[in-house]
């Protein structure tokens, strides 16, 4: 019971940074149909800002705000450069021109940076914990979860209660319509991926103040987070991403501690294809998005 | 009739040898430039990444679904055919735990191969399996992960196996010598894709996974099942892809989880779809293109850039030419030609029917002699009753209930919103009815899928027009065709050119069917549905978009295309004047529900159908 409990804290912890991955993954599905596999790419973007301003001596009060500044305003400028280029585009291209994004970003960062893994100090209170009764709580999961939870609520707030929210949900559910109905295609897209940004730089600032180090192919991971978790909730469904990502971060923790010794090393791969087969089963994911085709 | 070897087979043939010529013969030529080592290693390394492209194009190509599990499927092959190729002293070196006694097993490369494309076939079963299940058809989001979750278990695996796989730093190695010492197994290798890949695109299977990539409801609605025609599409495709991928571990002689993970992956997509996926010519040229062109911003890369004064000693330019450009290029490519040229340098272009066209050219093809009619099949019964259908807490349709014989004119007609596309697509398979039954010839068919009514004789045509744009007219129509000759076995099939020149569509047989004006296209998608020789012809609003005369001409067509292959006609639409034309009984329907039915005469007589339709008439 109380090893279950410990799971279920670590879980929603993990999760929680999964959840706000894949709503900004869900956000630019819904206003572009675009699943994007350079989402994690804002993540090494400003992870290298952060190693550059932890090198120039920065505390992290003032790396935070920078990482979420840098993964905005990435994700605006690769909006502008190559998305913007591909709007109404197949699937397919779509697809193809997020995994281009993906590798340029990387190689850049190959190319100019190194190959090999830059570290930089992470908070000192990142490891502590305390404890509730038997239970060993770190205080980062409180934090993160508390700060999740607060995002949340406030994005739910944008999403329902103003005039780019409507303009959002509107453009999620029917783009055309709600462009002949006269909203701005443009800034909606790019309010769109500003959202996405600001959600992936307060998942960024959580993910590199626990790994404390950044590479190239950094973005691979949590690209994959996010991505899974938007398909697991199910595509286009903005609560199904949280959800999503709750799951997923849940079943990562549950496996890792209770998959028997031998085939703990493959948790990841075991993932994968828990995933595979709950899309196999449920191709539309958790929640059900009505996509009526019409003939 | 299918195939007709000149066009199936010789040229297709040709092609694939002019292609392995140029590709082998530029290969060659490099080498006698650039002596060495290095050169020969990079015709090696074009010419087994060209097997694997070729191998990815089958699917990606024909499929249109975009798969990033490949190179999974290549790592399988590639670690089966290394652990059962080594030899046993050398597996003792780095995996003498090996599990399932592989450290013992000692097998000849050919062996090797053979049943690494076996095991890598298998795994393409499974993961077609779930394709199919995940509904996979063009562009869907959801099969491209499966196939991503495919690459990421492969590569997990390959990770943290190391008794199987010698781990991540170890990896696998070939002794020394063991490597591949001639490069005939490649070349035979290369031929022998190439040909599969073309042949595959002509063969029956390949025309209908393209139809289906082009349109995968019309394709399911003249009696395709995608999902039959992709995993065949995978499993050739992933055959070809695991003899690359073995041939690519022994040439390497050793093996380790990068190898076969996401930059092979970006390498090879990028080849695939800067040539053009839908080509196989496209995938030959996209990896003769990538392949120089990476080679020249590697060489850039480290030796900087010198020539006519512009980054003299690599200096003012060094910001650019630096190592691991080659990255940079490679995604630079993949970016820029899906924003500026998505379909590659050559779409769909091939070779050989360039060749085949040219020379073509100066024989006329005689113009076809007019089709017999047929005696309408008068048996058929098509019968469906107390149909009801509910979106959500509304019901389009309650109640409803639709009688026609073998050969009569059946006439559906109702304002907007009545219910007459529902009906159709219940009796089409496209929607399940919440109660209610229907049979075909007394034999029910409630919940059969739309191929499967397709295959049956129910046919129908769209409203909104669904042709396979991408292909020609005639292909368009040999679509149905292919699935008349296997499936409709029964009747009279039509031949495909002379239906094409009934349509009067002969003279534009050849050209695609986006090029199509209006009339045309409507035209040709009531030829594709009498070339599957229907027992009933169901046409969605036939005449929408038309002028007074072309729905009259339309009336005309539809007599005459019916009775050229006997079919009944189940027609809708709600322009009165078309319906009472063209029908020998019409149902008339309003909200859901049946109001009338009986003669033109009598319906147009009908007080009911007066009020519901002809007050309202203004959406006519």
């Known amino acids: 019971m109380i090893e279950l409990l410990q799971n279920l804290i670590d879980g929603l912890g993990r999760g929680s940074i999964y959840a706000l991955l894949a709503l900004g993954v869900a956000v630019i599905f819904g206003v572009m149909h675009l699943l994007n596999f350079a989402h994690g790419e804002l993540i090494t973007v400003s992870g290298y800002a952060a190693y550059a301003a932890s090198n120039q001596g920065w505390s992290w009060y003032l790396i935070t705000p920078l990482i979420i500044i840098c993964a905005i305003g990435a994700s605006l400028l690769i909006e502008r450069i190559a998305f913007s280029r591909v709007r109404g585009a197949s699937d397919f291209t779509l697809l193809l021109t997020s995994f281009g994004v993906h590798f340029v970003v990387s190689a850049i960062f190959l190319l100019y940076v190194s190959a090999s893994v830059k570290t930089f100090s992470r908070p000192g209170w990142v490891t502590d914990t305390f404890s509730v009764g038997s239970l060993n709580i770190e205080v980062f999961d409180t934090i993160v979860i508390i700060v999740t939870v607060i995002t949340l609520l406030a994005t739910t707030w944008l999403l329902q209660r103003t005039m780019f929210g409507l303009a959002l949900r509107a453009a999620a559910a029917d783009f055309d319509t709600a462009r002949l109905m006269g909203v701005k295609s443009d800034s909606v897209i790019r309010g ?23 590479t190239p192919s950094a973005g691979i991971d949590p690209m994959l987070s996010g991505v899974l978790a938007a398909l697991i909730g199910g595509l286009g469904s903005l609560r199904g991403a949280v959800l999503g990502g709750f799951v997923l971060g849940l079943a990562e923790v549950l496996l890792r501690s209770r998959l028997p010794d031998g085939i703990a090393p493959l948790t990841d791969g075991v993932v994968f294809v828990l995933i595979a087969l709950l899309f196999i089963f449920r191709p539309q994911g958790l929640i059900t998005v009505a996509h009526a085709e019409r003939v | 009739m299918f195939p007709k070897f000149d066009r199936d087979i010789a040229f297709p043939l040709i092609g694939s040898l002019i292609l392995f010529g140029l590709l082998a013969g530029a290969g060659v030529l490099y080498q006698a430039l650039f002596t060495g080592g290095a050169a020969e290693r990079l015709i090696t390394v074009m010419l087994i990444d060209a097997i694997i492209v070729l191998g990815i194009q089958v699917y990606v190509g024909n499929t249109g679904v975009l798969s990033f599990g490949h190179i999974g499927f290549g790592a399988i092959a590639g670690y089966t055919f290394a652990v059962l190729a ?37 795994a393409a079963v499974i993961l077609g399996i779930g394709l199919a299940r995940s509904g996979a058809q063009s562009g869907a989001v959801s099969a491209t992960v499966i196939t991503l979750a495919l690459l990421f278990v492969t590569h997990e695996v390959s990770r943290n196996w190391p008794e199987l796989t010698g781990g991540e730093r170890v990896g696998l190695f070939f002794p020394i010598g063991g490597a591949l010492d001639t490069r005939a197994p ?42 039959v025609q992709q995993m065949i599409a995978l499993v050739i495709s992933v055959a070809i892809v695991a003899v690359g991928a073995s041939l690519s571990v022994y040439e390497d002689g050793s093996l380790l989880p990068e190898n076969f993970f996401f930059n092979f992956t970006l390498l090879t997509l990028v080849m695939l779809i800067v040539g053009g996926r839908n080509s196989v010519t496209g995938a030959v040229l996209g990896v003769a293109v990538m392949t120089a062109g990476r080679e020249l911003a590697r060489r850039l890369g480290q030796d900087g850039f010198e020539i006519f004064g512009i980054g003299l000693d690599g200096k003012p330019l060094d910001w650019i030419f630096r190592e691991n450009l080659q990255t940079v290029f490679l995604g630079l490519s993949m970016l820029g030609f899906m924003i500026w040229r998505p379909k590659g340098l050559l779409d769909d272009w091939e070779l050989d029917e360039w060749l085949r066209a040219r020379i073509r050219r100066n024989q006329p093809e005689p113009k076809p002699e007019p089709l017999l009619e047929v005696v309408a099949d008068t048996a058929s019964v098509l019968h469906a009753e107390n149909i009801e259908v509910a979106f959500g807490g509304f019901k389009a349709l309650s109640d409803a209930g639709l009688h026609a014989n073998g050969g009569e004119v059946v006439g559906i007609i109702g304002p907007n919103g009545a219910g007459k596309t529902t009906l159709v697509n219940v009796i089409t398979g496209l929607v399940q009815p919440s109660a209610g039954s229907f049979s075909i010839d007394g034999e029910d068919v409630t919940n059969a899928q739309t191929h499967e009514l397709a295959r049956r004789g129910i046919v129908r045509t769209f409203q909104n027009l669904r042709l396979f744009s991408a292909l020609t007219v005639r292909e368009n129509v040999e679509v149905s065709s292919l699935i008349a000759h296997s499936h409709r076995t029964g009747r009279t099939i039509p031949d495909t050119d002379a239906l094409i020149g009934e349509a009067g569509l002969w003279a534009h047989r050849d050209r695609r069917a986006s090029e199509l004006d209006y009339g045309n296209s409507r035209r040709l998608e009531l030829a594709r549905a009498a070339a599957l020789a229907p027992s009933f012809l169901l046409l969605d609003e036939p005449t929408s978009g038309m002028s007074d005369n072309e729905s009259l001409e339309m009336i005309e067509q539809v007599r005459h295309m019916a009775a050229t292959v006997g079919a009944g006609v189940i027609v809708i639409d709600h322009d009165l004047g078309f319906i009472t034309g063209i029908s020998d009984r019409i149902y008339a329907f309003d909200q859901g529900t049946v109001i009338a039915t009986g003669t033109p005469d009598e319906v147009q007589a ?15």
């Open chain 1, 192 to 214: 769109a991926f500003a959202l996405s940004g600001l959600l992936a730089g307060i998942a960024g600032v959580f993910w590199l103040m626990r790994s404390g180090s950044t």
């Open chain 2, 86 to 122: 080594i030899s046993p002293e050398e597996k003792a070196k780095r995996i003498p735990d090996a599990p399932f006694g592989l450290a013992d097993v000692d097998m000849s490369s050919t062996v090797a191969i053979i049943v690494a494309v076996m095991v890598a076939c298998a």
């Open chain 2, 606 to 620: 009908n007080a009911r159908v007066q009020a519901a339709y002809l007050g309202s008439a203004a959406d006519a």
């Open chain 2, 186 to 227: 490649i070349y035979l290798a290369l031929l022998g894709s190439l040909i599969v890949a073309r042949l595959y695109a002509q063969s029956r299977s390949g025309r209908l996974a393209v139809a289906a990539r082009e349109d995968n409801l019309a394709a399911r609605a003249m009696g395709v099942n995608p999902l």
